[in-house]
């Protein structure tokens, strides 16, 4: 939304969707994890957006992303086949929620030219205007009148349970201390 209304049309999964590439849509960018796979072939920038990998964690874990098949309460989610594509699951909803965080941030940082933390919006702003310049500027004017976009106060969504695990409850492993990595060199606690 920020960047739609700085200039930049962008949607969210509206180009790169569980169901693959969708051409036709007459935007310039999109805001998609299934983007990953197809930036490099495409030759498109790409921005990193990332957020503290334990919440990623937790998230997947209160939506049941990795809970085996067999166990899936609903008829099973596109975006989890798409994500089956890439990633071999061991059953462990936790090992393989804290695996995908490691190894999906790992892929994003190869096929992007920066990283911005979800919540920072001037790097985004300034990221994006690498890409389109005059993104900046008109970014800040549009967030004029409501400075707290994208903000944990204008969270449209909640989740039942949103703390599954702490960092003391993941096993004492090479994914757990390559998550580790990831949050202090992301810049979180």
């Given at each position: 939304?920020?960047l739609?209304?700085?200039?930049?049309?962008?949607?969210?999964?509206?180009?790169?969707?569980p169901?693959?590439?969708?051409?036709?849509?007459?935007?310039?960018?999109?805001?998609?994890?299934?983007?990953?796979?197809?930036?490099?072939?495409?030759?498109?920038?790409?921005?990193?957006?990332?957020?503290?990998?334990?919440?990623?964690?937790?998230s997947?874990l209160?939506?049941?992303?990795?809970?085996?098949?067999?166990?899936?309460?609903?008829?099973?989610?596109?975006?989890?086949?798409?994500?089956?594509?890439?990633?071999?699951?061991?059953?462990?909803?936790?090992?393989?929620s804290?695996?995908?965080c490691?190894?999906?941030?790992?892929?994003?940082?190869?096929?992007?030219?920066?990283?911005?933390?979800?919540?920072?919006?001037d790097?985004?702003?300034a990221?994006?205007?690498?890409?389109?310049?005059?993104?900046?500027?008109?970014?800040r004017?549009?967030?004029?009148?409501s400075?707290?976009?994208?903000?944990?106060?204008?969270?449209?969504?909640?989740?039942?349970d949103?703390?599954?695990?702490?960092?003391?409850?993941?096993?004492?492993?090479?994914?757990?201390?390559?998550?580790?990595?990831?949050?202090?060199?992301?810049?979180?606690?």
């Amino acid at each position: 939304e920020l960047l739609s209304m700085s200039g930049v049309p962008c949607g969210h999964e509206e180009v790169f969707t569980p169901f693959g590439l969708q051409r036709g849509a007459d935007l310039v960018g999109d805001a998609s994890w299934h983007a990953v796979p197809f930036v490099v072939d495409l030759g498109v920038p790409a921005i990193h957006l990332v957020r503290r990998p334990l919440d990623v964690v937790n998230s997947f874990l209160a939506i049941g992303f990795f809970r085996p098949w067999s166990e899936q309460r609903v008829r099973p989610r596109p975006a989890r086949r798409f994500a089956d594509q890439y990633f071999r699951t061991t059953g462990d909803e936790v090992r393989d929620s804290v695996r995908w965080c490691v190894e999906w941030n790992h892929w994003c940082e190869r096929v992007s030219f920066t990283r911005v933390k979800v919540d920072d919006i001037d790097a985004l702003l300034a990221a994006a205007d690498r890409a389109a310049p005059g993104v900046r500027d008109a970014g800040r004017a549009a967030l004029a009148p409501s400075p707290t976009t994208n903000s944990h106060l204008e969270q449209h969504y909640r989740v039942d349970d949103p703390q599954r695990v702490t960092l003391a409850d993941l096993p004492d492993d090479a994914t757990t201390a390559a998550l580790l990595d990831l949050t202090a060199r992301y810049g979180f606690d």
